[in-house]
C-alpha cells in the first residue's frame, strides 16, 4: 500500500517547491526549481503557466510513489489574478515589483486618500506595489481594455487552488495582506474596495485556509496519477502559513520573529489601534487564519546585516565578550535601515559612527573598500547590537507584554550574539529558537492535512511538535547606557 502523504505548493516570489508530508509531519519528499517572471508588453508578469507545468509535472512523478490525499498551496502575497467571463486569465498575472508600479503611486492616494488616513482604516501601510488595490487601480486606469473583460478576481493561493479544481473562492490571509481592501474593525470590504469594484470581482463568501476548494479536476487526477478524490486546500499566505503550527499548538501570548533578508514580526492582537510612531514605522495587521488581526512589522536584518558586513575584511566571529567591550566604551554604533520604507527608525540615516567620526551609509558604498576591518570582531559585535535593538523595538510595536514568548526562526536564529543582545534588551520577556524548518511549507501542509480529513485545527496540533530552546538572559553590563546613546544618534 502506498504512503499517504499531502504535497504542498510553495509558491516564493523566484524559489518554487513541492513538499510531500507525511500524517507526522515529516517531509517524504521534496523538489525545487527556480521560475521567475516575464515581461509581457513592457509590464512585469508572474509565469503562472510555467509554475502550474512545473507542479504537474513534478506531482506526477512523486504521485506514482506516493497516495496524495489533498493539496495544499501557499504564495507570497501582494498578488492576484483577474479572470474573465469564461474563467480564463484576463490578462497575466500582474507582478508587485513591476516598475511601472510608480505610474500610480502617487495618483492612488489622490483618489482615495492620504497614506495615514487609509493606514488607519485599513491597517494597511503604504509600501508601494505591494499594496494590492494599487494593482487593480493600476488595471483599471491603464489597461481599460483588459478591465472592460473582468468578471472574477483571485488572490493567488486560491487561484491556483482553482487552476487544479475549477473552484473559486475567498479566504482570509491574503484579503487581509497590505491590500487596502479590508475594513478590519468593520470585518468588512472597505471604501477603497468597494470604489474599486473588488468585492464584486471577489465575491463576499469567506472560507477558512484550510476549506477544500473541491477535489481535483478529473482530467488532472488521471494524468497525475491521484485519487479522484484528492482535495485542494484553498490556500494560505505564506507568513500566515508560518505562523500558523503555532496557533495549532495552542500557543496563547506569544510572537514570532521570522527572519532572514526580511525579517517579519507577527503577533496576534486584540488592539487596531496604531500609534503615530507606528505608522511612521509601517506597522501594520495581517489576517490569520482564523480571521483575527494579527500586528505585523517588517525589517530588513538581513539586508542591514549583508550591507554593512561588506564594508570589513573580517568574518563574523563576536562573541558575548567583543559585546560587552562595545557597550563599556559607547564609541562604536552601527545604525541599520539600508531601506528607508522597512526600518525601525525612520528618517535616520543608516550609518556607522566610530568615535567622533560618522561614516553615512551612502558614503560608504560610494568610497567602496573594508574601512572597518581594523576594529575586527568589535565591528561586528556593534552591528549586531544595533540590530538587535533595532529588533527591539519593532517587538514593542507589535504590542509584545510581560511574559510574552518570542520565537525566533530563521537565518538569525544561528547568530548568538544578536540573540543574547536582543534577551538581554527585553528581560521581561522569554526567548526561545525552534526546531521549525520551511515554517511556510509545513503550516501549508496543515491545511492540507485538515482538508483531507476533516480535523480541526486543535487536533491536527497533537500530530506534531515544536521543539524550543531557551535564549538565556546573559548581563551585558551597562546595555541601557548604550542604547540610551543609540537612540539619540536616531
Same mark, same amino acid.
Given at each position: 500500500?502506498?504512503?499517504?502523504?499531502?504535497?504542498?505548493?510553495?509558491?516564493?516570489?523566484?524559489?518554487?517547491?513541492?513538499?510531500?508530508?507525511?500524517?507526522?509531519?515529516?517531509?517524504?519528499?521534496?523538489?525545487?526549481?527556480?521560475?521567475?517572471?516575464? $515581461?509581457?508588453?513592457?509590464?512585469?508578469?508572474?509565469?503562472?503557466?510555467?509554475?502550474?507545468?512545473?507542479? @504537474?509535472?513534478?506531482?506526477?512523478?512523486?504521485?506514482?510513489?506516493?497516495?496524495?490525499?489533498?493539496?495544499?498551496?501557499?504564495?507570497?502575497?501582494?498578488?492576484?489574478?483577474?479572470?474573465?467571463?469564461?474563467?480564463?486569465?484576463?490578462?497575466?498575472?500582474?507582478?508587485?515589483?513591476?516598475?511601472?508600479?510608480?505610474?500610480?503611486? $502617487?495618483?492612488?492616494?489622490?483618489?482615495?486618500?492620504?497614506?495615514?488616513?487609509?493606514?488607519?482604516?485599513?491597517?494597511?501601510?503604504?509600501?508601494?506595489?505591494?499594496?494590492?488595490?494599487?494593482?487593480?487601480?493600476?488595471?483599471?486606469?491603464?489597461?481599460?481594455?483588459?478591465?472592460?473583460?473582468?468578471?472574477?478576481?483571485?488572490?493567488?493561493?486560491?487561484?491556483?487552488?482553482?487552476?487544479?479544481?475549477?473552484?473559486?473562492?475567498?479566504?482570509?490571509?491574503?484579503?487581509?495582506?497590505?491590500?487596502?481592501?479590508?475594513?478590519?474593525?468593520? %470585518?468588512?470590504?472597505?471604501?477603497?474596495?468597494?470604489?474599486?469594484?473588488?468585492?464584486?470581482?471577489?465575491?463576499?463568501?469567506?472560507?477558512?485556509?484550510?476549506?477544500?476548494?473541491?477535489?481535483? %479536476?478529473?482530467?488532472?487526477?488521471?494524468?497525475?496519477?491521484?485519487?479522484?478524490?484528492? +482535495?485542494?486546500?484553498?490556500?494560505?499566505?505564506?507568513?500566515?502559513?508560518?505562523?500558523?503550527?503555532?496557533?495549532?499548538?495552542?500557543?496563547?501570548?506569544?510572537?514570532?520573529?521570522?527572519?532572514?533578508?526580511?525579517?517579519?514580526?507577527?503577533?496576534?492582537?486584540?488592539?487596531?489601534?496604531?500609534?503615530?510612531?507606528?505608522?511612521?514605522? %509601517?506597522?501594520?495587521?495581517?489576517?490569520?487564519?482564523?480571521?483575527?488581526?494579527?500586528?505585523?512589522?517588517?525589517?530588513?536584518?538581513?539586508?542591514?546585516?549583508?550591507?554593512?558586513?561588506?564594508?570589513?575584511?573580517? +568574518?563574523?566571529?563576536?562573541?558575548?565578550?567583543?559585546?560587552?567591550?562595545?557597550?563599556?566604551?559607547?564609541?562604536?554604533?552601527?545604525?541599520?535601515?539600508?531601506?528607508?520604507?522597512?526600518?525601525?527608525?525612520?528618517?535616520?540615516?543608516?550609518?556607522?559612527?566610530?568615535?567622533?567620526?560618522?561614516?553615512?551609509?551612502?558614503?560608504?558604498?560610494?568610497?567602496?573598500?573594508?574601512?572597518?576591518?581594523?576594529?575586527?570582531?568589535?565591528?561586528?559585535?556593534?552591528?549586531?547590537?544595533? @540590530?538587535?535593538?533595532?529588533?527591539?523595538?519593532?517587538?514593542?510595536?507589535?504590542?509584545?507584554? +510581560?511574559?510574552?514568548?518570542?520565537?525566533?526562526?530563521?537565518?538569525?536564529?544561528?547568530?548568538?550574539?544578536?540573540?543574547?543582545?536582543?534577551?538581554?534588551?527585553?528581560?521581561?520577556?522569554?526567548?526561545?529558537?525552534?526546531?521549525?524548518?520551511?515554517?511556510?511549507?509545513?503550516?501549508?501542509?496543515?491545511?492540507?492535512?485538515?482538508?483531507?480529513?476533516?480535523?480541526?485545527?486543535?487536533?491536527?496540533?497533537? +500530530?506534531?511538535?515544536?521543539?524550543? /530552546?531557551?535564549?538565556?538572559?546573559?548581563?551585558?553590563?551597562?546595555?541601557?547606557?548604550?542604547? /540610551?546613546?543609540?537612540? $539619540?544618534?536616531?
Amino acid at each position: 500500500m502506498s504512503t499517504g502523504a499531502v504535497a504542498v505548493l510553495d509558491v516564493g516570489k523566484t524559489n518554487k517547491k513541492l513538499s510531500l508530508y507525511s500524517r507526522k509531519f515529516e517531509v517524504l519528499e521534496e523538489e525545487r526549481t527556480t521560475i521567475g517572471s516575464r $515581461d509581457y508588453n513592457g509590464l512585469e508578469v508572474e509565469d503562472t503557466e510555467e509554475i502550474l507545468r512545473w507542479f @504537474l509535472k513534478v506531482l506526477k512523478k512523486l504521485a506514482s510513489n506516493y497516495e496524495i490525499h489533498a493539496i495544499a498551496i501557499t504564495t507570497h502575497g501582494a498578488t492576484f489574478a483577474l479572470l474573465d467571463e469564461h474563467g480564463n486569465l484576463a490578462h497575466p498575472v500582474i507582478s508587485y515589483t513591476s516598475e511601472r508600479g510608480a505610474e500610480v503611486q $502617487d495618483e492612488f492616494y489622490d483618489v482615495f486618500g492620504s497614506r495615514t488616513e487609509l493606514h488607519r482604516e485599513t491597517c494597511t501601510a503604504d509600501i508601494g506595489f505591494c499594496n494590492m488595490a494599487k494593482v487593480l487601480y493600476f488595471v483599471k486606469t491603464r489597461l481599460p481594455e483588459t478591465w472592460a473583460t473582468c468578471r472574477h478576481g483571485l488572490f493567488y493561493g486560491p487561484y491556483f487552488a482553482y487552476e487544479l479544481t475549477g473552484t473559486m473562492g475567498l479566504e482570509p490571509t491574503y484579503v487581509g495582506n497590505h491590500t487596502y481592501f479590508w475594513d478590519f474593525a468593520g %470585518k468588512a470590504w472597505s471604501t477603497v474596495a468597494r470604489k474599486l469594484g473588488a468585492d464584486r470581482l471577489f465575491g463576499n463568501k469567506m472560507s477558512s485556509s484550510w476549506e477544500s476548494a473541491g477535489s481535483v %479536476k478529473s482530467e488532472l487526477a488521471r494524468e497525475c496519477g491521484l485519487p479522484a478524490d484528492c +482535495k485542494v486546500a484553498l490556500g494560505i499566505h505564506d507568513s500566515n502559513a508560518n505562523f500558523l503550527p503555532y496557533l495549532a499548538k495552542g500557543y496563547d501570548d506569544f510572537l514570532l520573529n521570522s527572519t532572514g533578508t526580511w525579517c517579519v514580526l507577527m503577533r496576534n492582537s486584540d488592539s487596531l489601534t496604531l500609534t503615530d510612531a507606528e505608522i511612521e514605522a %509601517k506597522v501594520f495587521f495581517n489576517q490569520d487564519a482564523l480571521g483575527r488581526p494579527v500586528r505585523t512589522s517588517l525589517v530588513t536584518l538581513g539586508m542591514d546585516y549583508d550591507t554593512f558586513s561588506g564594508f570589513t575584511d573580517a +568574518k563574523d566571529m563576536s562573541d558575548i565578550d567583543a559585546v560587552k567591550q562595545v557597550i563599556e566604551s559607547r564609541e562604536l554604533f552601527v545604525v541599520p535601515g539600508v531601506l528607508s520604507d522597512a526600518t525601525a527608525f525612520p528618517g535616520a540615516t543608516p550609518r556607522v559612527v566610530d568615535g567622533e567620526t560618522v561614516y553615512a551609509l551612502d558614503a560608504l558604498q560610494e568610497q567602496g573598500g573594508q574601512l572597518f576591518t581594523a576594529p575586527g570582531q568589535h565591528y561586528f559585535a556593534a552591528l549586531n547590537l544595533g @540590530l538587535a535593538i533595532a529588533t527591539a523595538r519593532m517587538l514593542a510595536w507589535c504590542g509584545i507584554k +510581560k511574559g510574552t514568548t518570542v520565537f525566533i526562526e530563521g537565518g538569525f536564529a544561528k547568530n548568538t550574539v544578536y540573540c543574547a543582545s536582543l534577551a538581554a534588551l527585553c528581560p521581561e520577556q522569554t526567548f526561545a529558537l525552534t526546531s521549525m524548518k520551511e515554517g511556510t511549507s509545513f503550516g501549508a501542509a496543515i491545511t492540507g492535512w485538515m482538508a483531507a480529513t476533516g480535523s480541526s485545527l486543535q487536533n491536527i496540533g497533537k +500530530k506534531f511538535t515544536i521543539e524550543t /530552546t531557551s535564549i538565556p538572559y546573559r548581563d551585558l553590563g551597562n546595555l541601557d547606557a548604550y542604547t /540610551t546613546a543609540f537612540n $539619540d544618534l536616531v
